[in-house]
């Protein structure tokens, strides 16, 4: 195996593993080094316990000496601080969760520390996963490790510069409207968000619950899948996930060569005004590498795209505003001391939450409330369903979608903090696949004159994440931007 | 006797105000909250009806914490469709949840998931018997919710109890279809009746698993438009409901009579005190910004599957009233009082059909059962006498084997220890003498030992005959068959 342990992925670390050239507690050490030495640069983790990885990674060497030979023993995997892990803090990157202690593994997690995954590190995210630039987190701002003066995308920016810089080779993080796909794009990694109710959401902190789903952040497609394949299917602990069966998804990707018969459309809507000439450029270069590979490429049409954000916007806000209600300072976390109940209320929420919270909180409130739901509310969930009708016909007439992931690279640190509007429009390209329940993908497809990267967007029906996954392995054989790495911590 | 009649003999101290006789007509709406009898809570996997140490029934999604998700109780919903069943609601095929979002320290989420626009039933009602006058009520819907914690108020703190926080509610909300406390508590009790004998709840008052909202109004006679309302929040003793609302329907009157107003707001019953008083205005009333719960997806329903429940459903009070009149030739009384408990019905059945006595069945269950039950403050379960062996009893009595004294001393044995009857009375030397040769001797006996008794006999007095049938029933030591031995004697004084 070549290189350093820290720049092996999923798989080429799994392999290392299997065949005992490195032992899991060699490769956690290389990464705490690691972390040890950016941390300061990035701030791309909001927790660590060396002691309690090292006594993990032992146990993980441990029983491949008795002959275990699960594929992922010993895999380290970041988590981003939305995801309970039994005995880990689990914050939200949010005041009103200080000291708090997850007392149970979310299903994901369960199931990846079944596969034998380690979990290294807790990643940082904005507030509640409420934001596009991991700006709004208690624990402060995380770095884009291709230009530290730029955010890393969010609101999964801690599991996305992580993976980038290469903390971990792989992370686990959620996706709403886009966390997942787009910090991947600004730090050029691999983001999947898998389609609604393909991997469970029990044990993740709900921002908006018909709309977030967790999903895997990696350098490579095969190395999302092998994460995604270790977590996905049903849970008769989260009510919306589905029956189907999985598949194997990791041989389906592992086989893929090239795009022939494959109908890939591009919706003309993608491509707004708003999109910088430089990412639709790499974007268009990216759509002809598919043809390239064999791709029928068609133009379709998805009318409501220019109403997905505001869309996202009203129904998260709603939901989030019930979701985030149990934050009251009563049973668990940060209380503001006070001598009435309903000041406690007031003082815990108040000092607990932090600007943008409490923005999206008054918002769904708002929007909830007799005289106004059904105006924003209600109305919103009809945009809702002609976005999805908008997908249905589009897959008549195509087997998936490409396009771009955001509508610009990586921005400076705190360009946008003053115009949550330019922020939420961020996620324009990414939200409509939230709202429809797709499954949805974030490649690396390039730089900017600027040398930033660039994604390239990949969209496919509900439960055809295989599709989404298989389109995207094909793209990064024949392409090696995946491969590219930020210049950080190279002595 | 109606249900609402017994009710008032079994538990109502107090004589009802002739309400209706007034100026006004009240309206009372009901809405019930039942705690259903399921093993685990509705939307986690914690026990139900746990009644150990406080917050011991608990787990991280009843406490509300991050990332939990509910999973719906399949138990509690098919209790809850069965109660529409039974009430005539027509069951919806597809129903949602929606969650009600409030500030509280009881909810542990501060939303409560309950359902609003589509409940699992709608419709329906029960009629109701108050002094022999039927009334149909009608429901408006039955839904499903979970239960809040129960707050215990200290001097200067609030201590909460999760254990009761997510347990299966149902909610059933009545029209205002009740014009008076009587009324207002036969529907109670007759629902109460209904969910007892299904096994849908224990309805046991005491642990509060029946919680009722009271919303009542009154309007001028004549007047079609109902009043304005107020509501009486978490009552749960049928007899407070019927103080609070004798209370409260006057007070309504006075304020009118007197040229006030009522104010749209609810009102908390002050049991010491005999008074409702004012909580909160409709003005400060919460707005629970309702929204489908997107956490759980609909609840479908199938024709098989609800035609599966309805297979399951136990023959209703009223039903099996009706039918023991019929089929066992039962006054209304004996019938209404047999049915009134599921497990005494079901043994009165044992008993008719093994001895094929109906009316002496229920005459032994009613009288002598019911008598030994209510004194050991027992159920049925804790008697010791099987329905066969009361049968035989009763056969044994039919038979003038024993008589009806002797027969009460053997049921009080049985009851206690349990037995058969045939041998404890042979084991008692109970059995009757019904041997003519026997008893004429001891009636020759009798009169030739008192024969200025048999000549006031011989003269027309008719109660010297009693006096000579207590000295056979002496000389026989209590066995001699009555019938036989007033027989023998008649015979041998003409």
Known sequence: MSGSPVDWGVSEAADALARKEVSAVELAQALLARADKLEPQLNALTWRDSEAVLTAARAADEARAGGDSRPLLGVPVAVKDVLSVAGQPCTAGSKILQGYVAPFDATAIARLRAAGCIFIARTNTDEFAMGGSTETSVYGPTRNPWDVARVPGGSSGGSAAAVAARLAPAALATDSSGSIRQPAAFCGVTGFKPSYGRVSRFGCVALASSLDQVGPMARSVADAAAIYQAMAGHDARDSTTSARPVGDVLAAVRAAKDLCGLKL?????????????????RVRAAVD??????????????????????????????????????????????????????????????????????????????????????????RAQQVRTRIRRDFEQA????????????????????????????????????????????????????????????????????????????????????????????????? | MSRARRWEKIERPFVAKELMMSDYIASIGLEVHVQLKTRSKMFCACPAHDESEPNTAVCP???????????????????????????????????????????????????????????????????????????????NHIHQEEDVAKSLHMEHSTWIDFNR???????????????????????????????????ISDCNLELGHVRCDVNSSVRPVGSEQLGVKTELKNMNTFKGIHRALEYEIERQMETLRAGGTVVQETRRWDDPTGQTLPMRTKESAHDYRYFHEPDLPPIVLDDATIEGWRAELPELPAAKRARFMADYGLPEYDAGVLTADRAIADYFEAVAKKSGQFKASSNWVMGELLRALGEQGETIAAAKITPDALA???????????????????????????????????????????????????????????PKVAEDYRAGKEAALKFLMGQVMKLSRGAANPQLATEALRRKLQ
């Open chain 1, 395 to 491: 897959f008549a007439a195509c087997d998936a979608i490409a396009g771009p992931v955001t509508l610009t690279a990586a921005f400076p640190l705190g360009a946008r903090r003053d115009d949550p509007v330019s922020m939420y429009r961020g996620d324009s390209l990414t939200a409509t696949a939230n709202l429809a329940g797709l499954c949805a993908l974030s490649v690396p497809c390039g730089f900017t004159a600027e040398g930033l990267p660039v994604g390239l967007q990949i969209l496919a029906p509900a439960f055809h994440d295989e599709l989404a996954l298989r389109i995207g392995a094909a793209y990064q054989q024949a392409t090696a931007w995946h491969e590219s790495r930020p210049p950080m911590g190279e002595d």
């Open chain 1, 289 to 378: 590498e598919c043809r390239a590979l064999g791709a029928q490429i068609v133009e379709v049409s998805l009318p409501h795209t220019a109403y997905g954000m505001a869309d996202y916007f009203v129904l998260s806000a709603a939901e989030a505003s019930s979701n985030l209600a149990r934050y009251d300072g009563v049973r668990y976390g940060f209380r503001a001391d006070a001598d009435e109940l309903g000041d406690m209320y007031d003082q815990t929420r108040g000092q607990g939450f932090g600007a943008e919270v409490k923005r999206r909180l008054l918002v769904g409130t708002y929007v909830l409330c007799r005289g106004a739901a059904e105006e924003y509310y209600r």
């Open chain 2, 61 to 139: 999604g009843c406490l509300g914490m991050p990332g939990t998700l509910p999973v719906i109780n399949r138990e509690a919903i098919r209790k809850t469709v069965k109660v529409g069943l039974m009430i005539g609601s027509k069951i919806n095929r597809r129903s949602t949840f929606d969650r009600k979002n409030y500030f509280y320290p009881d909810v542990s989420k501060n939303v409560q998931i309950t359902q609003a626009a589509a409940p699992l039933c709608v419709g329906g009602g029960i009629e109701i018997d108050v002094g022999g006058q039927k009334k149909f009520i009608r429901v």
């Open chain 1, 265 to 281: 459309g591009v919706p003309a809507e993608f491509f707004m005004p708003e999109l910088d000439a430089g990412v639709a450029q």
């Open chain 2, 392 to 450: 035989a009893l009763i056969a044994l009595v039919e038979a003038q084997t024993i008589s009806h004294s002797a027969a009460k001393e053997v049921f009080q044995e049985l009851f206690e220890n349990g037995g058969d009857p045939e041998a404890l009375v042979k084991e008692k030397g109970l059995a009757q003498v019904s041997d003519t040769g026997m008893i004429d001797q001891l009636a020759e006996q009798a009169i030739a030992a008192n």
């Open chain 2, 165 to 199: 926080a997510g347990m299966a509610l149902m909610e059933l909300v009545t029209e205002p279809d009740m014009a008076s406390p009587d009324e207002a508590v036969a529907f109670l009790v007759a629902l109460k009746e209904m969910l007892v004998y299904a096994g």
